[in-house]
């Protein structure tokens, strides 16, 4: 084959569903040592919806401060 470290490299990609929209989302074996090397969960959400949360959350607290 021309690319014989294809097999090996996939392997080493999760499957994973998105808790909000069940898409599926792959993580890689240097993502998932990179959250476990920091004492992270695996995250639950895509990269879209994990986008989408941040900014929901920065807009929250944008607003929140407006009020104190």
């Known amino acids: 084959t021309l690319f014989p470290y294809t097999t090996l490299f996939r392997s080493q990609i999760e499957k994973h569903i998105c808790v909000d929209c069940n898409a599926e989302f792959e993580i890689t074996e240097l993502e ?5 090397q920091r004492g992270f969960q695996l995250p639950k959400r895509c990269k879209k ?20």
């Open 32 to 36: 998932k040592e990179y959250y476990e």
């Open 49 to 68: 919806c994990r986008d989408f949360k941040k900014q929901r959350n920065n807009i929250s607290s944008v607003d929140e401060e407006e009020f104190d």
